[in-house]
């Protein structure tokens, strides 16, 4: 899912200046399993607003923000209140704002929150970023660990001289992936493979942006 | 001599370095170097070290070259994508600068311009490689070269105090199997540490320069063994400079003791004199190496 955090809310009150009436959209999807974009948040965002003197022409938290077609249809349905907002303030990440902006043309649509990372979940309230979609997954060569995302410097050769007692040097509170690859190279796979390989370089032109995929849907 | 030379020579290779000012005036850094002339094969000009901005490595080559010194260019990985450090390469072959030692470097977020893009688009390893490359007379892109290709002599670093350090050996292999021709460590302060690492690193083929930073007081030591990764040292070498009467001549001593202890374990000597070039003369002169 996509990790996103709130941003300062100060900050957003400025961008926010010129709009007294604001209508919220949240999102179903990631930011509501990250406390950031959901039903309880958006309310809080609605009194939060209110507090700071603005109205809040309605607010809605479709299923999955990023669906454009669908928050088209959702959208729709709230027309009216919509249309009496000076601004529309989304708490989805930047696909959400986009997706809102895309449909909602004639309003400013202003970003509630930071879109941060790919993330992989674990227990509420503890998200890594262990992917970082660089269009062509090379996990399966570093024992199902991403050296391309865990290691801030992307080493594909092994750890850089800053990894100190299987640390790494950018936040020494957490583990060098090269010694995570190691740990589980031990377990399972072929360290002397990773040894013998001389890794090359990233293809970046794989990553080039913007991606776009527009093929028949075999379903759905 | 340069480098090359001095590994071709057989002789115990001997190095200093100097780190471009953040500024445009490099009379200081050559006259750092110029503290060496003579007695040293190449003089490292570091590549925006420790990621805080400052001239660049190339021209502090330049410089040093047109004071009759032999530079040795720095390289790291984290500035510039492949399309630059070919270029870079290139660019310094031009100028007749081809002693190159590549680095992954430091992460941009501990220097001064913490907010920089970070690049590292190839890796150390990858660097080598790239080099190696154009000294076959092709890029990256196996695109030919114009005319002679350049001849490069690389290097490559490791830190014998790293933890674990099988990787970092694993590491190493790869540069030197990539085309590595000599090895500077990180500061070494315990010649034990630098035999260990020596014995697990096997029969590597290229001359080790074990790395020495002189100490400057008991707070530097103690500065390097908070921040600096895998570098220790020893509680001993730090109370005999915080009692040193006169902390040049400790640190000298300490330094011959510790060039002695590496000589028969290493196959040179890389100082990183951090401004102290002055002093490597006494030191090299003691052990008889100057």
């Keep these: 899912m996509i990790a996103t955090k709130p941003k300062d809310f100060e900050e957003l009150l400025n961008r926010l200046a010129e709009a007294d009436s604001i209508y919220i959209v949240g999102c179903g999807d990631c930011a509501t399993v990250l406390q950031t974009g959901g ?47 000076d601004a529309i303030l989304v708490m989805a990440c930047g696909a959400g ?101 001389m890794a090359e370089p990233k293809d970046h032109e794989k990553s080039t942006k913007p991606h776009e995929y527009v093929f028949e849907a075999r379903r759905g | 001599m340069s480098v090359r030379q001095a590994i071709a020579s057989g002789k115990f290779i001997l190095t200093s370095e100097v780190g471009p000012p953040k500024g445009c005036h490099l009379d200081e850094m ?79 977020t501990l220097g001064d311009h913490p907010q920089a893009k970070p690049v590292f688009d190839l890796d150390s390893v990858q660097l080598i490689q790239a080099a190696k490359m154009l000294m076959e007379g092709h890029d990256m892109a196996g695109n030919e070269l114009e005319g002679d290709p350049p001849q490069f002599c690389l290097g490559c670093v490791v830190n014998p105090g790293a933890e674990p350090l099988e990787p970092q050996i694993m590491k190493l292999h790869k540069k030197i199997r990539a085309g590595a021709e000599f090895v500077q460590t990180q500061a070494v302060y315990a010649p034990e540490v630098f035999a260990n690492f020596m014995n ?48 040049v001549q400790t640190s000298i001593e300490i330094t011959v003791e510790l060039v002695n202890g590496l000589r028969d374990t290493a196959q040179g000597i890389h100082m990183m004199p951090l401004g102290w070039n002055k002093h490597v003369a006494a030191v090299l002169k003691e052990c008889g190496l100057a």
């Design chain 2, 30 to 108: 050559v006259e750092e170097g110029e503290a060496c002339r003579g007695l040293v094969d190449g003089i490292n000009v570091t590549d925006i070290q420790s990621s805080v901005m400052r001239a660049s490595s190339l021209v502090g080559c330049l410089k040093l070259q047109e004071a009759g010194l032999p530079p040795v260019m720095q390289m790291v990985c984290r500035d510039r994508n492949r399309l630059a450090l070919q270029s870079d390469l290139l660019s310094a072959a031009v100028m007749g600068i081809t002693d190159v030692l590549c680095i992954t470097g430091d992460y941009t």
């Design chain 2, 200 to 247: 697990q690193a096997g029969d590597l083929g290229v001359p080790v320069l074990a790395g020495i930073v002189m100490l400057k007081s008991a707070g530097m030591a103690n500065y390097m063994n908070r921040f600096v990764s895998g570098v220790t040292v020893p509680d001993e070498m730090i109370a005999r400079m915080k009692a040193a009467d006169d902390r």
């Design chain 1, 39 to 85: 039903e309880y948040e958006v309310a809080e965002m609605k009194k939060k607003l209110e507090d700071a003197g603005k109205t809040v022409s309605g607010t809605i938290v479709p299923d999955i923000t990023c669906q454009v077609l669908d928050i088209k249809r959702l959208l729709r349905g709230d027309k009216e209140a919509i249309q009496s907002a």
């Design chain 1, 97 to 197: 704002v986009q997706a809102v902006a895309e449909i909602i043309d004639d309003r400013e649509v202003f970003a509630a929150l930071d879109t941060t990372f790919a993330a992989d979940k674990f227990r509420g309230g503890e998200f890594y970023e262990w992917c970082s979609l660089c269009g062509e997954c090379i996990v399966d060569q570093y024992g199902g660990v991403c050296p391309v995302t865990r290691c801030p410097k992307g080493q594909l050769n092994g750890p850089c001289g800053g990894s100190e007692k299987g640390k790494c040097e950018v936040d020494t509170e957490r583990d060098c992936v090269w010694t995570l690859i190691y740990n589980r190279l031990d377990k399972v796979g072929d360290k002397q493979e990773i040894e013998d390989r």
